[in-house]
């Protein structure tokens, strides 16, 4: 049954069987008419016998009664046998395999030592008897893991404590192992499973159906280390250097084992065996790994890996696996898989100790050094593991201790030229914390300067997919001056009849830095190029990230003529973009006209308005106003940012009717049901009380510079409406 991987097996089967092992008997008179297989069973209580019923033309009968003397129609067909428990067939299997596995392990004992009996010795551990092979050539063990522990418990009863059949054990498994992997003469392992039995002289196969050479070999090699594994006291060390098989022989086993099971049924070894790779020694213990887990192809593999030792796939589809597991595992788990990183899998140890800082609590001393040794100066050496490292650092590197020894950045331009977007932007976050001179070091286009800039990088940069990200951050961080003297700079190696700019992120970026470094004509030809492609469907202003439409709003509100002339062209290429934009979303969500009131699109909208791109102004508004008359409570910060945003624009294109509508705080005309904003609220003043409430100090020193302003211009412009200043209770 074990080697036809069934738990049944049929009469005819079983007398073949028998005929094999040669445990066939003598019939006497009485047992007449009897197959060898009914006279074995007929005394065991534990067996089951079924019979199908055959009619005349050989065919199955399942819908008439029993085979009765009478009934010439049919006859009886084949009869199978099975055991009432699966145990018991599974312990005579593991008694079976035992006995042999003793016989040829004494057998090589009485034969070791004699100097007589060396070639007998020789030619036995390289034959062995014909029944070993038989038991080991057809079904992997560890299929029938009951058989595999039955094997081990039976052993401690057969095997003497101080015996030395496990050491002539291991002399077999030796020999047999080198003469696979290392042997040249032809491999026919079902030859050697021939046997000859006193009823048959003549050597017979065995009755059961042969694997190809390729299977024969991946099963027996692998039941040999099942085997002495399992006959073990504790664990058993296969010493790579004892096979004298070449360079890696386990390796080469494992090869073997991968070519022929799939990877579900060497992922089931798992639960058996724990193999770990100690150097040239493969350490295999009867147990299973801490380490196995998971589900789906990844968790297959990476339990296949830990049962073969195979620290490469293992580390890699480990670490893998951890980061998609919900929930994620323990952190013990996640350092198993970090100790397996060693040898063959070094090079992912780091990664690994990113995932696991990530995860789970950890040092900041042991990740500042991380930062230190590796971020400093990571230069053309980019790799996942960096850009891991270094978000990790933007989030994590918070503490004074973390910050305290922080190292000069040594990132250049010419690196970054080879960089992506996203590790553009991540590189340079942390780098302008670690070390603040950085960015304007790194933009110092001037030849001879301190900054890392040639001439040629310049315009390289510009077209290169890490450009938008630094220069967003130059927008943001360097002061008027500096901007200034990088443009200065930058004149002298940029191309005098056009730039080219990767995308439309690049050049809006480009052009807020050049009109902050009062740069006019730069910014106008970088404004012309961004209208030029966006009209002919090259780009989309849309795409433009919504930290650098507050600067483009600023470039065309404070303009000069020069810029002011390109304006009308710019919020027509605006609102152009932003047609197809609502009338896909009115499309997509059946609801009329509807526009999303969410902080940063709301923002992005008021700055399109101050632009000037008007299409869609009253629309636009309304959702404002929806918004702000939601947002009093729960979401003050990002609602009073919004209001004064809308004040601003209002200031700067003389709204003043419109905004002296909301300020009231009474519902205005036209508004139907909908009530007024409260906007005061913002400000830290109770629904009751209303705007005269405000302190306004106290409300300043909260506010930007420009915020503040736009508050007193409110407040001015409420009271010059009607309003009442000091406050009284609102009345609606």
Known sequence: MFNRQEVKTLRDQLDRDLAYFGAQRQLSSDLYGQSQSEILLGSFFFIHESRSRLAVNGTANTSQPAVTQGNAAQEAGPTAFEFLHNTFGEFLAADFILRHVIDNAATIRDLTGKRTLEHALQQHLSTLTPYWFASLIYTPLHTRPNILALLREWAFHRIPANSDLLSCLDTIVRMQLRAILAGTDPLDLSARARATTANEPTATAPPYDPLPVLGQVAVYTLNLILLRTYLADQAYTLDERCLEAGDRPWDRLTALWRSWFTPEILAALAPQLTSIRAGAKVIIEPARSELTGGRGSLGTAFNAAIALADNLTASSVGLHLVSVMTPPPSEAFL?????????????????????????????????????????????????????????????????????????????????????????????????????????????????????????????????????????????????????????????????????????????????????????????????????????????????????????????FVAARPVIASRRARFAAVIANAMDGMLSAADEERNRGEWIPTHVPILEFWLQVLRIGALRHQGRFLAALEQYLVGNTVYAQTQARRCFLLLVRWARENGETKFLSGILSGRPRPGSGNQRPVRWWMYFGVSEELGPGAIDYEKAAADLTYREAMDLRWSLDLWQQSGGHWPGKPHQS
């Open 335 to 555: 350092r198993a898989v970090l100790d397996r990183c060693t040898g063959d899998g070094a090079e992912l140890g780091q990664l690994a100790n990113i995932m696991r800082r990530r995860l789970y609590g950890d040092s900041p001393a042991e990740l500042a050094a991380d930062v230190k040794d590796t971020l400093s100066d990571p230069g053309n050496q980019l790799s996942a593991a960096i850009l891991n490292l270094a978000e990790l650092a933007d989030r994590s590197m918070l503490t004074p201790r973390q910050r305290v020894n922080r190292s000069s950045v040594l990132l250049s331009a010419t690196d970054m030229l080879s960089y992506s977007r996203y590790a553009s932007a991540l590189l340079t976050d942390v780098s302008r914390e670690l070390d603040e001179a950085w960015l304007p070091r790194m933009l110092d286009a001037q030849p001879g300067g301190p900054g890392s800039f040639p001439s040629e990088a310049w315009d390289r940069f510009l077209q290169s997919p890490a450009a938008a990200p630094v220069l967003r951050a130059a927008v943001r961080l360097l002061s008027e001056e500096q901007c200034a003297s990088l443009m200065r700079a930058s004149a002298t190696v940029l191309p005098k009849d056009g730039m080219t700019f990767f995308d439309v992120d690049t050049a809006a970026a480009f052009a807020v830095l050049a009109w902050r470094g009062t740069d006019e004509e730069v910014c106008a030809q970088t404004i012309d190029a961004i209208a030029g492609e966006c009209e002919q469907g090259t780009w989309v202003p849309l795409d433009i990230p919504l930290e650098t439409w507050s600067g483009l709003a600023d470039l």
